[in-house]
């Protein structure tokens, strides 16, 4: 069916910069809309950052001014930029993307397996 890629993740110093990568594969014919959740242990996920089909982006209020989230539809990637990372961005981000696939006049959402983001501080 439909595959999300995420990768990107790593460990990095605070104060460092991580970009995440979210690729639609398989049956996947375009991606509109994306929004990045994380998720540390103990705690429950929540929305990082959603780009909406129109192009309007909303931020958690700890990482507005440093993650910015994009999307190349025409790659059907979306992106995740994170500068000056914190040890409290630690977590597994996912992506969750709106799909449309062959054979189908709507979108969809799925989601991406995870990658681990730890700052050390």
């Known amino acids: 069916q439909v595959q999300l890629e995420e990768s990107g993740g790593g460990l990095v110093q605070a104060g460092g910069s991580l970009r995440l990568s979210c690729a639609a594969s398989g049956r996947a014919i375009s991606m509109s809309g994306v929004a990045w959740y994380r998720q540390s242990p103990g705690k429950q996920r929540e929305l990082v950052a959603a780009?909406?089909?129109?192009?309007?982006?909303t931020y958690l209020d700890s990482v507005r001014d440093r993650f910015t989230i994009y999307l190349d539809s025409a790659q059907k990637t979306a992106y995740l930029q994170m500068i000056n990372l914190k040890p409290e961005d630690t977590a597994v981000y996912y992506c969750n993307a709106q799909i449309r696939i062959y054979g189908s006049n709507s979108y969809g959402p799925h989601w991406g397996q995870g990658t681990q983001v730890t700052v050390s501080s």
């Open positions: 780009r909406t089909s129109g192009g309007g982006s």
